[in-house]
């Protein structure tokens, strides 16, 4: 008897410290709602872009990407975020799509503007950066390596040095 009431003090201990670990992680990782006006933005390439992803400022969580679709007159890509209400963008604010690093998630990055003019809820931002993935930024890296140094005539080598004729 004395052995299964240990057993059970010792299960609810362990469920206890579990579920305190879940709520600090929870409340620590900024996954609670935010409250706050909407705004919209539409880009040509989102590059894998989630539900639930970030939406920052100068590298501060300012938001959260509510939802994604798909403008059916443009096809563009269309993001709606939440905004804090202690932050009130500008009207000329930028957005784009960054990531993390290298292998990181994506988030929204907002580029605050200068306007004295402030974004109503629902309002739409219309200065916008597409995302260019590693493998879009190679490839114009490469081109633009290559564009200036069109390869060698067929022949001699291009180091080897030619007379000119009447020498």
Do not use: C
Request: proline share 5%; glycine share 12%; aromatic share 6%.
């Amino acid at each position: 008897m004395g052995r299964n009431l240990i057993e059970t003090i010792m299960g609810a201990v362990v469920l206890a410290v579990a579920g305190f670990f879940l709520a600090f992680a929870w409340r620590h990782a900024g996954m609670d709602e935010i409250k706050g006006y909407t705004v919209t933005a539409q880009f040509a390439g989102i590059g894998g872009l989630d539900d639930g992803a970030d939406v920052r400022i100068n590298g501060i969580k300012v938001g959260n990407v509510i939802s994604q679709g798909l403008d059916p007159v443009t096809y563009n890509a269309k993001v709606k975020m939440v905004i804090s209400n202690d932050i009130r963008l500008p009207t000329d604010t930028e957005a784009s799509i960054a990531a993390e690093g290298l292998l990181g998630g994506k988030y929204v990055k907002l580029i605050p503007g200068h306007a004295g003019e402030r974004l109503a809820d629902g309002a739409e931002l219309t200065k916008t950066k597409d995302y260019k993935s590693i493998e879009e930024m190679v490839g114009q890296l490469i081109f633009l390596a290559t564009a200036d140094n069109p390869p060698a005539a067929t022949g001699a080598p291009a180091s080897a040095p030619t007379e000119a004729p009447g020498q």
